[in-house]
């Protein structure tokens, strides 16, 4: 490798770096990643939610739309699918086969009319490929997803809508 090959390598390498701590400074403290961690993975899912109208927890001849759970297919940022999303429980799954679920340990308010961001504790991941080593998911750049406007009423009790979204899944693994 020559000295200009090697002098490019090393400044993309740190926009890389500089990228995604930038990335981070500008998000809610609630989904930043903790130190010590680094990107291993940026995806953007683009799929669709589905609700379903349903009596209100602990209120009586009330309803409201609850998530019933998501189906989206994970991009690479030059488009190309490399994986699924779905759920319950919110699994993302690499072509290869591993798999990962997690817990969610906060949110934070996305723009009117998307998806709140998330951030999520990854559990060890299963199958050997893409998914080993993720410690760490973030929702981000999240456009539409949330529940349906229309009314949820007792004379559309148990009927479902989907919802078309978009958003980032970034993850992370520990250093």
Not at 34 to 60: F, Q, S, W
Not at 70 to 76: I, Q, R
Request: hydrophobic share 35%.
């Amino acid at each position: 490798m020559n000295i200009e090959s090697s002098a490019c390598l090393l400044a993309c390498s740190l926009a890389l770096v500089l990228q995604s701590a930038n990335a981070q400074s500008m998000l809610p403290d609630a989904v930043k990643v903790p130190d010590g961690h680094n990107v291993m993975l940026e995806t953007v899912g683009v799929g669709e939610i589905t609700y379903e109208c349903r009596d209100k927890a602990n209120t009586p001849g009330q309803t409201e739309w609850t998530f019933v759970g998501p189906k989206a297919v994970l991009n690479d940022r030059s488009g190309k699918p490399v994986g699924d999303y779905f759920g319950p429980p919110a699994t993302w799954q690499a072509k290869d086969g591993s798999k990962v679920t997690g817990t969610q340990l906060a949110v934070a308010p996305a723009a009117k009319g998307d998806l709140p961001y998330q951030l999520v504790k990854a559990n060890p991941a299963e199958g050997q490929g893409a998914m080993q080593g993720v410690s760490y998911i973030q929702r981000l750049a999240t456009r539409g997803g949330v529940a349906p406007a229309s009314d949820c009423t007792a004379q559309n009790k148990g009927t479902q809508q989907i919802v078309k979204y978009q958003a980032d899944y970034v993850f992370w693994t520990a250093k």
